[in-house]
Nanobody, 124 residues
Framework: QVQLVESGGGLVQPGGSLRLSCAVS????????IGWFRQAPGKEREGLSC????????YYVDSVRGRFTISRDNAKNTVYLQMNSLRPEDTGAYYC?????????????????WGQGTQVTVSS
């Protein structure tokens, strides 16, 4: 059974950092691409970053490039999202998702499996 579990969310001040984790089970990271998504209050869910299954290539949308870093630990079957220089507009529910073709994409409809999400609030 494929399962993704996010953790690491919380309340942080502007300029602070958080590291989100996405622990996966039921598959291995060398077969699925993993994406991170955010849904801000009152807005649609948007793709932020993704990592491919084979060579670990990464992609970021402009709003997080240079501040967020996606990485994976195949031995732990976990994908991380290091978030630095957080801004109030980064507030939202963060989700990780798995894409079975292994091709990194920020289009949510390409993803087959989703976690339950973890809340990030950036506020002073």
């Amino acid at each position: 059974q494929v399962q993704l579990v996010e953790s690491g969310g919380g309340l942080v001040q502007p300029g602070g950092s958080l590291r989100l984790s996405c622990a996966v089970s039921g598959f291995t990271l060398d077969h699925y691409a993993i994406g991170w998504f955010r849904q801000a209050p009152g807005k649609e869910r948007e793709g932020l970053s993704c990592i491919s299954s084979n060579d670990g290539s990464t992609y970021y949308v402009d709003s997080v490039r240079g501040r967020f870093t996606i990485s994976r630990d195949n031995a732990k079957n976990t994908v991380y999202l290091q978030m630095n220089s957080l801004r109030p507009e980064d507030t939202g529910a963060y989700y990780c998702a798995a894409e079975s073709a292994g091709i990194p994409t920020t289009r949510q409809y390409d993803y087959d499996h989703w976690g339950q999400g973890t809340q990030v609030t950036v506020s002073s």
